[in-house]
């Protein structure tokens, strides 16, 4: 892949995946609006830390369907031939942890560093979603954050 073409498609797959992210994300807040409307406030312990698994739950999802995305992509230009490494080299990647047993080619070292940037993005904006969530949770209810009635 040139370098040209290695920018365009990761901005193509990079852009893809932040629109997933977005989607999961609303879809995650109207999970959280319905949740909390079946529970009568103040919310108990329970109730919160239920929405608080959902949340997770619900996130940890897109962030699997983005690796899997970015995992196909490395198959189909073929980068990596089999799927084990592939899931392995992208998931690697995403969290931007990357081992380095797995090395692609100068052809494609661009195109993999979006994955990287694919998984800053999602992480900071799924976090900063869980603090706004969590923190209007907690003063909706009356309670301090530290959990104390």
């Given amino acids: 892949m040139t370098l040209w073409n290695q920018l365009l498609w990761g901005s193509i797959y990079l852009s893809f995946c932040l629109i997933l992210e977005i989607m999961v994300l609303v879809w995650c807040a109207s999970v959280l609006n319905k949740l909390s409307a079946r529970f009568t406030k103040p919310y108990r312990r329970w109730q919160i830390g239920l929405m608080l698994v959902a949340a997770i739950f619900i996130i940890l999802g897109g962030h699997t369907a983005q690796v899997w995305i970015w995992s196909s992509a490395f198959v189909l230009v073929g980068a990596i031939g089999d799927w084990n490494t592939s899931v392995y080299f992208s998931l690697a990647t995403y969290t931007t942890l990357g081992y380095g047993d797995v090395v692609l080619g ?15 993005f999602g992480f900071g904006i799924s976090t900063a979603f869980l603090v706004s969530a969590m923190g209007r949770l907690f003063s909706l209810n009356g309670q301090s954050y530290d959990g104390k009635d």
């Fill in 106 to 120: 100068p052809a494609l070292r661009i195109f993999a560093a979006f994955a990287a940037v694919t998984g800053l």
